[in-house]
């Protein structure tokens, strides 16, 4: 990999003696609107990916792929998407005079919950690992917006994209983001809904000295009158779910979706942050209401039994990979629009160098998504639960050619095809579950996507 801190304006100083991977950093001097960007590029419908972390420091959007970087089944799928992006970086040729974390060539993108899962259908369009860098990627850190144009090949035009990028920047003169329009719902449908109830009970009945909880998940699928436009439900999401990852990953004709509370990893430089985050229950209706629902939360057994096994799980894992880490000994209430969560954040000083993929392989799934112990309740979920998680509750995220990178757990989340939905929600089930007030839990957790596409609670 070549960095070069100077920008390289003409096209003539670039190599094409080979294919390698050329890419170019310019900083945008006028604020622009990501959202309305995304929206106003849909002839790369299929093509695009957003972008905001929880606090709103990090915004991107990704326009057009440069490169995809994507497998099925493989038993070591972390280290062969690692060794891909390593070889499409060596011998790069990256102009890149800013030293921001997310800003030059990285990659967005996911992985499928469980790769050894009987894939179905339903995921047709996205693949165990699938991920992308864009062709035009538009940056904000802290505030400083950049865009990161890449191009891949033989082809010597990278210069020519770029003025093209900025005369359309130039143009923009929309700033109000997206032209919504109402979508009628037609149908709303559980899906297996009186056998997922059948089945948490029977998994309960398993439950006991070496098996101590297994998180199931089910299905809800909504149609619409229209077409769902991403880029409509997006600014739903950024609207309600302020305090959350909202992500879109576009791929053919499907849009996987959502806005997650919940924090996998991060890692800049040798710091390393993640998020101990299970428990939950409803907002109240008023503020007393709220506090009252909050305390049950903070007080309740089963929840705070769930919160601990994902604490002695990342605390494992930290002890592995950190020098010094932190993890405060009572959980906070993380309160979303929806629902709150007992929240523990996790701090760390990495020993030596780690990747982010490396990071996401010891972690995922932690007990907040899979159950307790690990091995043994991904075993449990392959055998008895009906639905093909594909994406939902698994790594996404993004990582950039420095070794920087963040990923969320994919939940809150929905899959788009056309003018369908199918919504995604689970539960932890430990020994004293009961089948009924787990499925009325999913559905509270479907709220913050029915939501942002319009739907109705029935």
């Not at 970086?89 to 997310?102: H, K, R, V, Y």
């Amino acid at each position: 990999m070549k960095e070069s801190k100077g920008l390289l304006l003409e096209g003539s100083e670039l190599n094409t003696s080979t294919s390698i991977l050329r890419s170019k950093v310019i900083k945008l001097e006028q604020k622009q609107d990501f959202l309305t960007i995304f929206a106003q590029n849909d002839q790369y419908k299929g093509k695009r990916f957003f972008w905001k972390s929880p606090d709103g420091a990090s915004v991107f959007a990704g326009i057009g792929i440069c490169k995809m970087l994507q497998s099925n089944g493989m038993e070591q799928i972390y280290e062969e998407v690692e060794k891909e992006w390593q070889e499409l970086l060596d011998g790069s040729e990256i102009n890149n005079p800013f030293q921001t974390a997310g800003v030059g060539p990285m990659l967005f993108g996911g992985f499928s919950f469980d790769p050894k899962k009987t894939r179905t259908n339903l995921w047709d369009n996205f693949k165990d690992a699938h991920f992308y860098l864009p062709a035009i990627m538009f940056s904000e850190i802290d505030g400083e917006q950049y865009v990161t144009v890449n191009q891949y090949g033989d082809r010597n035009d990278l210069v020519e994209v770029i003025q093209a990028c900025f005369e359309k920047l130039e143009k923009n003169e929309d700033t109000s983001t997206v032209n919504t329009h109402s979508n009628k719902l037609l149908d709303s449908k559980e899906i297996n809904g009186d056998q997922w109830k059948r089945m948490v009970s029977e998994v309960v009945q398993d439950l006991g000295q070496s098996l101590k909880k297994v998180v199931l998940a089910r299905e809800s699928r909504l149609v619409f009158e229209q077409d769902i436009t991403t880029e409509a439900v997006l600014e739903n999401l950024l609207n309600r779910q302020k305090n959350s990852y909202v992500f879109a990953l576009e791929s053919g004709k499907d849009c996987f979706i959502g806005a997650s509370p919940e924090r996998l990893v991060k890692k800049a430089g040798k710091q390393v942050f993640s998020v101990c985050l299970a428990g939950s229950i409803a907002r109240g209706m008023n503020e007393e209401d709220d506090e009252s629902l909050g305390q049950e939360l903070m007080n309740d057994p089963k929840n705070r039994v769930e919160h601990d096994y994902v604490v002695q799980m990342i605390r494992s894992a930290m002890e592995k990979v950190c020098s010094t880490f932190e993890i405060p000994d009572e959980p906070r209430l993380l309160k979303m629009r929806d629902i709150q969560h007992l929240y523990t954040p996790v701090t760390g000083t990495l020993l030596k160098s780690a990747s982010v993929l490396s990071l996401i392989e010891l972690l995922h799934p932690t007990p907040a998504l899979g159950g307790y112990p690990q091995a043994l309740a991904i075993e449990k979920i392959r055998e008895a639960e009906m639905l093909d998680r594909g994406l939902y509750g698994a790594p996404i995220g993004w990582l950039d050619y420095r070794g920087n990178g963040e990923f969320a757990v994919s939940i809150r989340s929905a899959l788009i095809q056309k003018n369908e939905a199918s919504l995604f929600a689970g539960c932890g089930v430990v020994k004293d579950s009961d089948a009924e007030m787990e499925f009325k839990e999913t559905a509270i957790k479907f709220k913050p996507m029915l939501s942002a596409l319009g739907g109705q609670l029935g």
